[in-house]
């Protein structure tokens, strides 16, 4: 019996010594006045989308090069109610920004679909009639470098000159009033 113990008591150690790291390394989400994690995403196809980022090439881009001082970054899934739901106030602060000549071209915003495939997302894209740029994050890589963040999620990363960040505002759930929320952007 006490021999059973103890190798129950190794196998749980080294089980957790192998799963620690994993969970303990890329579950940290980026708070306030941290920085974003460097992603790499797909240049869009659409021509008025990667006019709208001001992105150049055909490739792949990193955040840093979205012509914008000021980035809105949306964790959403398809499958999500709650992204479902928020999408119309999303798309109303989307309008608010555009409508304003003085921040038009100073905030952008783009969304991620945790886990969703191209096709998820572009029918996401559709279904709720997003008008800013929505890219695949199939294969979670993006989701777990921001702590594998519940949806929605939303960021706000300010771009520096530089190519550096900081976030100014990170936290799960609904932007509620769009005005509000760039109003507290914009402070």
């Not at 952008?108 to 279904?127: D, L, S, Y």
Request: aromatic content about 14%; charged content about 20%.
């Amino acid at each position: 019996m006490k021999k059973h113990f103890i190798f129950l008591l190794v196998v749980f150690n080294f089980l957790t010594f192998l799963v620690y790291p994993i969970f303990s390394a890329e579950c940290i989400t980026p708070s306030k006045d941290g920085v974003f994690p460097e992603i790499t995403l797909p240049v869009p196809q659409n021509t008025a989308e990667k006019d709208y980022l001001g992105l150049k090439g055909k490739d792949t881009f990193k955040l840093s090069q979205i012509k914008a001082e000021v980035l809105i970054l949306e964790i959403f899934s398809m499958y999500c109610p709650y992204c479902q739901k928020e999408s119309p106030l999303v798309n109303e602060l989307y309008q608010s920004i555009n409508n304003r000549p003085d921040i038009k071209d100073k905030i952008k915003i783009i969304g991620i679909g945790a886990g969703n495939t191209p096709f998820e997302v572009e029918v996401f894209k559709n279904q709720y009639n997003i008008p800013f740029p929505l890219f695949s994050d199939e294969s979670f890589s993006v989701h777990k470098s921001v702590g594998e963040v519940r949806t929605p999620y939303f960021f706000v990363i300010k771009i520096n000159a530089d190519g550096s960040n900081k976030i100014l505002y990170s936290k799960v759930g609904s932007i509620q009033d769009p005005n509000q929320f760039l109003d507290l952007i914009i402070k």
